[in-house]
């Protein structure tokens, strides 16, 4: 392993020991016991078979969240709209869910996903050209459209197709031949984490092992150097961004094939934004995301587990998140750290060489 990387891993896991020490220090500071707090979390996250499960389901849209904006801004073209893109998605998919009732499984969750993947596409390319085509900025239009999308499924959802049972901001059931099934009882685990492996794998091929993934990777870190090299660097933008949308627009299709079978109006907590951090913190590296979401849908499920046991209040993760994301920040200071301890190492070894 490199060394860069190796110091990148160190300075990660200082951040995460930090942001945990300092949330052990506010349980103490309020009478709690962190040690007892660390362990309620723990168990509320793997204590269990239904808890494993239910850390694995929240784990699934961080992951296609994460995912889409690691290969948008890889390319320097930052998504900030995949809460709105999942919304569209996951009406799209709960459409298709209500409407084409009785088509059987093996036809209609492909035709879903399709259908989703459309949508979130579509979505994230409006920015995505206006962005290449006339410069205007990606990151004001992309939160704009988020409301569009939430405030535009909202009205769908209450109004025109609001299911028969009285104001529930829901649709109707999804017919059952979309409903993915249940891997543990109880718990929302899907057949949604299959699906999510194969995309895993084909996203860290896209973006570690082809020429596609090289020239976006290029792009992003200097797009006059890439365009002098030969790369079309408006069309790989645009490739980035509608692959990002189409996969966050699949993150909400699962969450309506999977988790809800309907959609509702207020059906994502944030999965996007969360999935943005996630990306950020590892650098897009699509690996880093899978095991950082992994960690955060862990420290979800752990911290109700942990309120319930302790009393301690759940929104005590949502620090330690954004702690972490804090030291990640200043990752720099970190660096300058680990490299000079390595230097002193080397200066050591070397003075232990020459006196030998």
């Not at 006059?224 to 909400?252: E, P, Q």
Request: aromatic letters at 10%.
């Amino acid at each position: 392993m490199k060394k860069k990387n190796i110091e990148y891993l160190i300075s990660l896991f200082l951040s995460i020991f930090a942001a945990l020490v300092i949330g052990a220090f506010i349980m103490w500071a309020n009478g709690r016991n962190p040690i007892v707090g660390f362990a309620a979390l723990i168990k509320g996250a793997i204590g269990s078979k239904y808890n494993i499960a239910t850390t694995l389901a929240k784990t699934v849209p961080l992951i296609l969240t994460g995912l889409a904006t690691s290969i948008s801004f890889r390319s320097g073209i930052f998504n900030i709209g995949g809460e709105g893109q999942l919304y569209l998605g996951a009406f799209g998919a709960a459409l298709v869910g209500i409407s084409l009732v009785n088509l059987p499984g093996l036809v209609g969750i492909p035709l879903a996903l399709l259908v989703s993947a459309i949508a979130g596409g579509l979505y994230a390319l409006l920015p995505a050209i206006l962005k290449v085509r006339y410069n205007i900025d990606e990151v004001i239009v992309t939160i704009m459209l988020n409301t569009v999308a939430v405030l535009l499924t909202g009205y769908l959802v209450n109004y025109p197709f609001a299911s028969d049972v009285g104001k529930l901001g829901a649709t109707e059931v999804i017919g059952e031949g979309y409903q993915l099934s249940r891997l543990v009882r109880l718990s929302t685990l899907n057949t949604s984490i299959f699906y999510v492996i194969v995309i895993t794998i084909i996203m860290y091929y896209l973006l570690e092992r082809t020429s596609i993934g090289y020239e976006i990777k290029m792009i992003g870190q200097n797009p006059d150097f890439s365009r002098y090299g030969g790369i079309n660097v408006k069309r790989r933008m645009i490739f980035a961004m509608v692959v990002s949308g189409v996969l966050c627009g699949i993150a909400g299709a699962f969450e309506v094939l999977g988790v809800h079978y309907r959609f509702l109006q207020h059906i994502s907590p944030g999965y996007a934004w969360d999935g943005m951090l996630i990306a950020l913190i590892v650098k897009n590296n699509p690996l880093g995301v899978v095991l950082m979401s992994l960690f955060f849908g862990a420290l979800k499920t752990g911290s109700i587990s942990m309120e319930n046991a302790t009393g301690i209040p759940s929104e005590l993760i949502a620090v330690i998140q954004s702690i972490i994301i804090l030291f990640i920040a200043g990752e720099a200071g970190f660096k300058s750290k680990i490299k000079g301890f390595f230097a002193r190492k080397d200066g050591r070894k070397k003075v232990g060489e020459k006196n030998a």
